[in-house]
């Protein structure tokens, strides 16, 4: 169970370096929950899968180029760490991103039920431990 989940999450990773959104929702329940990291000043949460996508969509605009690497995954029950390398290249702007953060997957049936991002590698792993 727990490899299929970390492969159902990887695969939304690569969906969404394609710019496939559609494809990187069928890894949520419908009614999933995503939550932006607390560290940002306004925290974002969006619920169900038509949001998510709609704020994916939003979000990768934003970007000439755009990849995420996952770096290191973590599962401990249904819960997916992801530990992730940003690289991308601002629209317009050509600002280039380097970052490091984390996203927690709380998987139910082989879904994502929610996910909760982190800028701090030990909040993410602590997020996981049994």
């Not at 069928?26 to 996508?53: F, K, M, N, T, Y």
């Not at 755009?66 to 819960?79: A, K, L, N, S, Y």
């Amino acid at each position: 169970m727990a490899s299929k989940d970390a492969e159902t999450v990887i695969a939304s990773y690569e969906a969404v370096n394609r710019r496939d959104i559609a494809s990187a929702m069928e890894a949520l329940h419908e009614d999933a929950e995503w939550h932006e990291s607390g560290a940002l000043p306004e925290p974002d949460v969006q619920i169900g899968r038509d949001a998510i996508g709609r704020f994916l969509e939003d979000f990768l605009a934003q970007w000439e180029s755009f990849h995420q690497e996952i770096v290191d995954t973590v599962v401990e029950g249904e819960r997916v760490a992801v530990f992730i390398h940003l690289t991308a290249v601002g629209r317009g702007s050509s600002a280039e991103v380097d970052a490091r953060y984390a996203h927690v997957w709380q998987m139910r049936d082989g879904l994502a039920a929610r996910v909760d991002a982190y800028y701090d590698r030990d909040e993410a792993l602590a997020a996981i431990a049994p």
